[in-house]
């Protein structure tokens, strides 16, 4: 499997999120430049957290016109996987690869900490591998992640079971005390109604290291190695 | 005529800040009279800011050899330590006080920008930052008003940059209502054959400025930086740059890409005095000189005057000298990351100065003149003890009475806004970026944070309890060393070295100076009983408003080393049935402490009890013990005392202690004193002789005095608390003042 992570200028979940997938996963592993056009035969896309272009305008809002972009929306309509992680996931629902808008928190403020989140479904590779009723410790980092969707498209994505992760307290359960942005439905992660299209704001890549003695994350991408169909 | 002229020039300068001696100088190095750009140059230059004028005497005091030191203070941007394995850190800690207290989110967020850029300037990638603040009264709108400021300014800017904020200090006094301090640190890791350096040589090397354009922002920075604030100082508005982390970002990069190319002769950013500091430092650390073109150096406004180009302290700009003939390489770089530049000149042999525009000279001084060690000015300034100091070692423990109820004053204490969890500030803060961090999920006295590239790791706090340099500048300023040095052996790390954070009043008060002279000895003392050399930092001077001086506050930033990543230390307590052991010596003592400060409002008394020898022995046992694999969790005495020290370790995994007053001491010294050289420990029972028996014949203190339940915190007996109603005070009392109505 080789995984293909976008660098977008002012992003800096890259080095990390390619530093998991390398040293902790062991996969191969491709940087893809902002400017370039070519997807280097990638399998699987991941747009990493940081701050792309600024994020002057709006989270994500310029980073989706960027020239490797256009392909990664072209690979991810030929069904090739796409995975955003926090500014990542901003990007993907701002090139309407995945539905709804990340808000800026309840609070008004940045949150940086550590959450729970349960998968919501076992129907994607994302997730399949997840145990459904475990809590797993992830930490967040964001001041625009309060999931939204207009009624009829919030409907529709959790009809469709698009709904990946939700937020919730260490003993799994989903409660508004546990919800750390506002989001809708407490959501923390949601995918395409193909189902190869993943955002998720909670970096799972943050738990994956044996050092930082949270290593939660790596179920995430276990999952993924191990239900990908190449 | 003339002597009008003369008159005039003379006007000028003293309205820059320039003394009139200072001018005269100026006239002697020159050999003629200067003209306006060159008089705002050296008025730049020379502010107390760029010069250290009123300092540097007495910062040559300070030790600053160690067999690990690749650059000495003031050499570099920035210190340089080796670690060992080819890899070395870079880190210092600076001030932005000023612009803080008039803009504070724009303040502070450059504050974190210029840091970083010393830090990435000497070819370092940051991999960590921490911060120390400083405010008035917390229940005041304006307190208030500028905590979020500054919080969500270095959030916004440290967060966007991308490099994690691990820890930090933040202290409430009435002294800094006016004036509050915000210092920014930063640490950063270089292979030590990919060092950069601050220097210019080699004639007919082109000299690239790139980065942000230059604006009018920040114009006189440096000299409103050197003077006190007044009501006034909103009209400084303009002296306040503007930061921008993602061009920031793109800086870094292009940096240490430009850098890793081997053609790179010498780099520095643009902070205070921008364009001419760094044409200055770098040209005489080279003993060379410079022709720059300033018609050539991108621009924000049109028609910015040879002045305002400059000494503008646009953020996000950096100076290249780059080896000729690998122009186009450089360019390459610079142009992949869109970051805009311009070749402005060149690097001459003249030793001079020479700035063009449109083909004219506008000014031409010699290069060394201008610097700090070269032709700036040095003055010994007179001191003399405050009447203060004299009257607050007067006090004694007996003028207090003992309160009846001592858990009213343990409540008292965790929602005091000093001692109460920081929660709401740092949280605003990425503290995990970068995957490095390894105090997350494991807390403890000071920032743990892996260097990936090698098997070690960083440790690093920052530490001054200035309510305790204000009593007694020389020990309260040995404490803040020694703090700090306790902080990383606490969580299993070796001081290595120090960088300082000197802020203070006015210089010209005899008074303060006295604090700053006081500081200096107290500091010089403990480094070198600690063998962590001073690798450089800033002074700070005219933090004082119509209200007086604030507390004499040199922070200190302190670098440990973790050569064992087995030997990371906690400070949380693990398990119910844990034996707690107080190591140190305990004394009668309350002096400066949180307790009689705030619980019975004495604010005269002398710094708490501290003896660097006894300090010294306690780091030596914890550190032994911690290797022998003897504790569960290590936890310093600070600030509220015991209590607080074991709440705090109580605290974290929702666990309790019983434990027993010692019947030596007053039960509220022995609680709630602040006297320095303890650690609480915890140890596991089946390790109770084995512990015991290393701790015979060390020569340092230990006591069982209870250990680890559930749930409750038991003192002599008395049921005082739960474990929730302690976090509830103490996570509560800041989000009860900051998000109030």
Redesign the interface.
Known sequence: MKFGVVVF??S??D??MI??LRHVMGQKVVKLWHKDTDLQGVDFVVLP???S????LRAGAIARFSPIMQEVIRHAKRGGYVMGICNGFQILTESGLLEGALLRNLNQ??????VYIKPATQNTILTAGLSQKKAYKI?I?H?EGRFYAPKDMLKSIRDNDQILFQYCDAQGKVSEEANPNGSLLNIAGICNKERNVFGMMP?P??A??E????TDGRAFFESILEHVAV | MATQTEDKLLNIALQLGLLEEEYHRIVEILGRKPNFTELSCYAAMWSEHCSYKNSIVWLKKLPKDSPRMLAKAGEENAGLVDIGGGWAVSFKIESHNHPSAIEPYQGAATGVGGINRDVFSMGARPIAQLNSLRFGDISTPKTQRLLRGVV?GI??YG????IPTVGGEIFFDKCYQTNPLVNAFSAGVVRTDRVAKAIAKGKGNPVYIFGSATGRDGIHGASFASKEITKDSEKDLPAVQVG????E??LLEATLEAIATGHVIGVQDMGAAGVICSTAEMSARGESGMDIHLDKVPTRQEGMQPFEILISESQERMLMVVKKGKEKEIEKIFDK??VAYAKIGEVTDSKELRFFMKGDVVAKMPAESLVLGGGAPVYYREYKEPAYFQEYKKFHISQVKEPRNLKKVARFLLQQPNIASKRWVY?????????A??S???PSDAAVV?V?ETDKSIVITVDCNSRYVHADPEQGTAIAVAEAARNIVCSGGEPIAITNCLNFGNPYNPEVYWQFVHAILGMKKACERFETPVTGGNVSFYNQSEEGPVFPTPTIGMLGLLEN?AWQMTLDFKKAGDLIYLIGSPKNCISSSEYLYAYHGVEASPAPFFHLDEEWEVQQVIKQLIRAGLLRSAHDVSDGGLFVTLAESAMPRGLGFRIRTDKRFRRDAYLFGESQSRVVVSVKPTHQKKFEKFMEGKGVEYRLIGEVIKEHFIVDKDKWMEVHEAQELYEGALPRYMEQG
């Not at chain 1, 272009?53 to 002057?56: A, E, I, L, S, V």
């Not at chain 1, 403020?109 to 550590?114: A, F, L, P």
């Not at chain 1, 050092?211 to 949270?214: F, T």
């Open positions: 200028p002012g800096n979940c080095e990390d530093y998991t957290g940081g701050f272009y600024g994020d002057y403020r940045y949150i940086c900490k550590n930490p980092a001041g970096h890549e943050r994956a290291d050092l930082l003695k949270n | 969500k959030g916004d967060n966007a940059f991308g921008d982390p993602f061009m970002k793109l990351w869109d949280e605003q803060y990425d503290s995990m970026v970068g995957t961090n390894q997350t999920n494991a892996a990936k990543r």
